[in-house]
């Protein structure tokens, strides 16, 4: 009697696990197509493109609404004008991959922050030549797809870490931070 009884829980909690696991995958999207990352890479362009120009405004527009929410204009421009001030200028770039990924496939960050599961992200590795600067591999920019379409989500691109908000953090990341970065 008690082995059929420890029977029923373990089915139990493996029906109930495995209903957990189904919803956990429920909230991942689909990969993005190969005809996706094409048509992509050309938005990431535009956002290279507007940090060589300087035209950090458009930049900062064609960054995930859920950056921009932790880092103002203001903000970003003097994060890139640091960034232009360190580097040199962006001589060259050059995307060597470009593939769809899933949230738990992008690195976290250095405080462990890591990637939305619900949203569909693309990666590219970039080769970068910089005036002064050089970086020793190549670098990142992740792409994120949201109600606005497709925008820069994060990455090492431009020679610096993107920092604790320029991932698409997790609701439970942005909850930890939300008091100190929404007074800025």
């Known amino acids: 009697m008690a082995q059929l009884f420890r ?11 495995s209903a957990m696991v189904t919803s956990v995958r429920a909230e991942e999207p689909p990969l993005a197509t190969e005809d996706e990352v094409v048509e992509v890479y050309g938005v990431l362009q535009q956002w290279i493109e507007a940090y ?8 900062w527009r064609l960054t995930d609404s859920r950056i921009r929410r932790w880092h103002n204009r203001k903000r970003w421009r003097g994060w890139m004008r640091e960034a232009q001030k360190n580097n040199g200028a962006l001589l060259s770039y050059m995307a060597e991959s470009g593939a769809p990924v899933q ?14 599961r619900e949203v569909q992200y693309i990666i590219y590795l970039i080769r970068t030549d910089y005036e002064r600067a050089e970086p020793g591999q190549p670098e990142f920019a992740v792409m994120a797809k949201s109600s ?27 909850a930890l931070y939300r008091p100190r970065y929404h007074s800025q």
């Open 7 to 17: 029977k029923q829980i373990f089915l139990c909690v493996a029906v109930v696990l």
């Open 52 to 59: 060589r120009e300087k035209d950090y405004t458009k930049q």
């Open 103 to 116: 949230a738990e496939q992008l690195p976290c960050t250095e405080q462990g922050h890591c990637f939305r």
């Open 148 to 174: 606005e379409g497709w925008k820069f989500g994060g990455g090492t691109i431009l020679n610096r870490p993107m920092g604790e908000t320029s991932v698409i953090m997790t609701t439970q990341d942005e």
